[in-house]
């Protein structure tokens, strides 16, 4: 598992979603020292909010096709998530 020396924002996405996995399946089997399941929390939750931007970052990049009235293909559109 990476620690603090590890910048989250130099992570991709399936390398923070993989240190996170195992951060909660190490604070869920409760054998770490109360000290370092706190500072395991706080990176998870570093961990966790990097990866909810990564992922809303990409579903802005999304682009949907857009039909003509003829039903074929005219184009793409910026995906909107609302």
Known sequence: ???????????????????LETIVRT????????????????????LKRHCEARLKSAQARIEQISFGPDGQPSGTRPFDGD
């Not at 770490?32 to 706190?38: E, G, K, N």
């Open 27 to 46: 604070l869920e089997q409760g054998s770490a020292p109360l000290d370092q399941s706190i500072e395991l929390y706080q990176r998870g939750d570093a």
């Open 1 to 19: 598992m990476a620690d603090d020396a590890n910048p989250i924002e130099g992570l991709s996405f399936e390398a923070a979603l993989a240190e």
